[in-house]
């Protein structure tokens, strides 16, 4: 198994408290990323980084912020964290972002609940 | 539409049996295809990429059909440990990096 780890592995938090869930790799992938998973909906991506430093918005970013400071550690944060956002988290690697490159590799996931 | 889509499920399978998934995508210019699988309460992992010509890997058979935009999944002879969700993945090029979509999977149990 890829070397991925989240932390925590679950969390329960109230409405408008700020929330950071950490992605720590030991693969040296250069990508990484944020999903969550909701019922009926498949993994949709949060954010994404190519490299250090480098992160861009993926197609459910409003009210997250990403930051990578090192190569192996990607933080999502919730600013103000809404019931809206009680979902699973996951975060993936991958080698490479082309067609052919390396496939996605998915951390054990975070389980947060807002109330 | 929706992107992905996949017939959610659950198919209810006799241990032994064969069964086969479809999943249908809506963007002609999509690239590449995968099938991952997720138990419950797991993260998805990858079971196999999808080639154009078809490919094998054990007692899985992917396939995929450009014209029709659709991929498949057949399981032989179908254990108990194969219950699980498959999720149909898809991606293309969008501006610079990869554009992953997720199907919202298909969840399979095989039956003692």
């Known amino acids: 198994d890829a070397g991925i780890t989240q932390s925590p592995r679950h969390k329960v938090t109230e409405t408008g408290t700020p929330v950071t869930l950490r992605c720590h790799q030991t693969?040296?992938?250069?990508?990484m990323y944020w999903y969550r998973q909701d019922p009926g909906h498949g993994l949709r991506l949060i954010h994404y980084?190519?490299?250090?430093?480098?992160?861009d918005k993926g197609e459910v970013s409003d009210g997250y912020s990403v930051s990578r400071s090192k190569t192996e550690d990607f933080l999502l944060t919730l600013e103000s964290a809404t019931s809206s956002q009680t979902s699973v988290y996951f975060c993936?690697?991958?080698?490479?972002?082309?067609?052919?490159?390396?496939?996605?590799?998915f951390g054990p996931g975070t389980r947060l609940t807002v109330t | 539409r929706k992107e992905v889509e996949q017939d959610p499920g659950p198919f209810n399978v006799p241990e032994g049996a064969t069964v086969a998934f479809n999943c249908t995508y809506s963007?002609?210019?999509?690239?590449?295809f995968f099938w991952y699988r997720q138990d419950c309460r797991k993260e998805p992992k990858l079971l196999m990429s999808?080639?154009?010509s078809g490919n094998e890997d054990g007692r899985f058979t992917a396939q995929l059909n450009r014209a029709s935009q659709y991929i498949s999944l057949l399981i032989r002879d179908s254990k108990l440990s194969d219950s699980a969700t498959y999720l149909c993945?898809?991606?293309?090029?969008?501006?610079?990096?990869?554009?992953?979509?997720f199907g919202t999977g298909t969840k399979l149990q095989v039956i003692p």
């Open positions: 993936a690697i991958s080698e490479s972002s082309q067609p052919r490159g390396t496939e996605q590799y």
């Open positions: 693969e040296n992938h250069r990508y």
């Open positions: 993945v898809v991606r293309k090029d969008s501006g610079g990096y990869q554009k992953v979509t």
């Open positions: 980084s190519y490299g250090v430093k480098d992160t």
């Open positions: 963007n002609s210019a999509s690239q590449s």
């Open positions: 999808v080639y154009s």
